[in-house]
Nanobody
Framework: QVQLVESGGGLVQPGGSLKLSCAAS????????MGWYRQAPGKQRELVAI???????KYGDSVKGRFTISRDNAKNTVYLQMNSLKPEDTAIYYC?????????WGQGTQVTVSS
């Protein structure tokens, strides 16, 4: 019924950029708080960015000034633009959609930052 499909991950050198996409079906992303989270091996899942239905976006301290979350309502898709990537950004990145009643998660996409 509801699917969130992440794409755009891959291998990138330090200082490079990637743009992740989260394509949604079964929900309208403009009606949900949308978020990106990441999890590195042996680490807890952490918040990367949130774009609420109203108000302003928020970012984890480690990505402020480097990452930008956005919506394209016509495409029903959420993006994460990642610039100035660092090796510590290496993780699986997950898309999340939240409402007062339920939360949905994508399958994740791998981002590896290495020279």
């Amino acid at each position: 019924q509801v699917q969130l499909v992440e794409s755009g991950g891959g291998l990138v050198q330090p200082g490079g950029s990637l743009k992740l996409s989260c394509a949604a079906s079964g929900i309208i992303v403009s009606l949900y708080a949308m978020g990106w989270y990441r999890q590195a091996p042996g680490k807890q899942r952490e918040l990367v960015a949130i774009i609420p239905t109203g108000g302003t976006t928020k970012y984890g301290d480690s990505v402020k000034g480097r990452f930008t979350i956005s919506r394209d309502n016509a495409k029903n898709t959420v993006y994460l633009q990642m610039n100035s990537l660092k090796p510590e950004d290496t993780a699986i990145y997950y898309c999340n959609a939240g409402s007062p009643y339920v939360a949905y998660w994508g399958q994740g996409t791998q981002v590896t930052v290495s020279s």
